[in-house]
T-cell receptor, first 113, second 113 residues
């Protein structure tokens, strides 16, 4: 069985400040890890994914995440928040031969002017 | 040109009714999915299909019946709707399972009164 835990259901940051969203995974086999973003009343969009290549993964909109096996973590960061980053962020896990994503509970990001 | 489309976007109906949600993808993908997002924004897989064959049925009540007439379409029919079925239903597709990115539709907000 595999699962992800997102620490912090809500994160509030000032515009221009660092965004840090935490994700820890549990998996008995090598995981594939994903971060998706959901803007209000929209579907999910992939930000980035880890698939056992480079441990530091760069995604769209200036986001990146680092896979740390020793900490079973895949935290998402962005150096400088923009107002447009306000959204719901989901960490998800899958593995080879799996036909589903198992999502974390999500983290709501608000950006203060 | 929309990659994954769903109809309708909103669906309001009474308990006991039967309704369908349609999903189409024009990405040439082999795998399609239905996810349910509850009022707390938690996302859970319901079904996944690969090459029109059911791969995952995640303990969904048998009132829910997916149907894949071809690889580009995956429809969801719901019988005898209950209040607890109120949620946002997302269709998604990917080239295959595992580490392939899933592309999500815009969602169908189902409200059962």
């Amino acid at each position: 069985a595999q699962s992800v835990t997102q620490l912090g259901s809500h994160v509030s940051v000032s515009e221009g400040a660092l965004v840090l969203l935490r994700c820890n995974y549990s998996s008995s086999v090598p995981p594939y890890l994903f971060w998706y973003v959901q803007y209000p009343n929209q579907g999910l969009q992939l930000l980035l994914k880890y698939t056992s290549a480079a441990t530091l993964v760069k995604g769209i909109n200036g986001f990146e995440a680092e896979f740390k096996k020793s900490e079973t973590s895949f935290h998402l960061t962005k150096p400088s928040a923009h107002m447009s980053d306000a959204a719901e962020y989901f960490c998800a896990v899958s593995h080879s031969n799996d036909y589903k994503l198992s999502f974390g509970a999500g983290t709501t990001v608000t950006v203060r002017a | 040109d929309t990659a994954v489309s769903q109809t309708p976007k909103y669906l309001v109906t009474q308990m006991g009714n039967d309704k369908s949600i349609k999903c189409e993808q024009n990405l040439g993908h082999d795998t399609m999915y239905w996810y349910k997002q509850d009022s707390k924004k938690f996302l859970k897989i319901m079904f996944s299909y690969n090459n029109k064959e059911l791969i995952i049925n995640e303990t969904v009540p048998n009132r829910f019946s997916p149907k894949s007439p071809d690889k580009a379409h995956l429809n969801l029919h719901i019988n005898s709707l209950e209040l607890g079925d109120s949620a946002v239903y997302f269709c998604a597709s990917s080239l295959r399972g595992g580490d392939y990115e899933q592309y999500f539709g815009p969602g169908t907000r189902l409200t059962v009164t």
